[in-house]
């Protein structure tokens, strides 16, 4: 899932110490997979002192209100360019479609991204990237945005579930270089789904 943040963040820092072996937390398949990530030392985006005692993040509860399907409409004449990081970092993303869907009786348009560095490896040559802003941020989740991962839709519609929407990895680990959400891709609404804020650590 997250694992292949890997390749596009920047990470300088050494993960070390034996992994614990309590049982993984989470209500759904989504929660006790990013859960059993953060617990395991080879992909855990978590400093060594926060992972040692890790027995899972915060979710806000599943609610199948935010599991949305949009209209997708592609944007084969945008251009690449270099999205802005937490650091002097500046990978090459292309904006590759917009997302219409009604939410909580508004109607919100989100545009989804393509990272062009990621779409040479077989693997995640159909993966999509959409970073968004809601108003619960700095308010029960990260101030930053967070971002959902996507697949290229086979048609003209894709279901984008909000239950699924986790923090950059710079939430837990300033040493990571993170894409910075876009101002345009601001929900206007509490999204109360997907991860919490990283506690006071």
Do not use: W
Request: with cysteine.
């Amino acid at each position: 899932m997250r694992s292949y943040l890997l390749l596009a963040l920047l990470f300088v820092s050494t993960l070390s110490c034996a992994q614990d072996k309590t049982p993984i937390a989470g209500d759904t398949e989504f929660q006790k997979e990013i859960n059993a990530e953060y617990k395991d030392v080879t992909t855990s985006p978590l400093k060594d002192k926060d992972r040692k005692n890790f027995k899972g993040l915060d979710f806000f509860k599943f609610d199948s209100t935010f599991v949305v399907k949009a209209t997708f409409k592609r944007t084969p004449e945008a251009e690449v360019f270099k999205m802005k990081t937490t650091t002097s970092r500046l990978p090459e993303y292309v904006k590759y479609g917009v997302v219409t869907f009604n939410l909580k009786g508004k109607t919100h348009q989100l545009n989804i991204y393509q990272n062009q560095g990621l779409i040479k490896k077989e693997e995640y040559k159909d993966y999509l990237f959409l970073p968004f802003l809601d108003n619960t941020n700095g308010e029960g989740s990260y101030g930053g945005g967070r971002y959902i991962d996507m697949r290229i839709p086979e048609g003209d519609t894709i279901d984008i579930d909000f239950n699924k929407a986790y923090n950059p990895y710079c939430a837990y680990n300033e040493n990571y270089s993170c894409p910075i959400v876009p101002r345009e891709n601001y929900v206007d609404l509490e999204v109360k789904a997907g991860v919490k804020a990283f506690g006071k650590h």
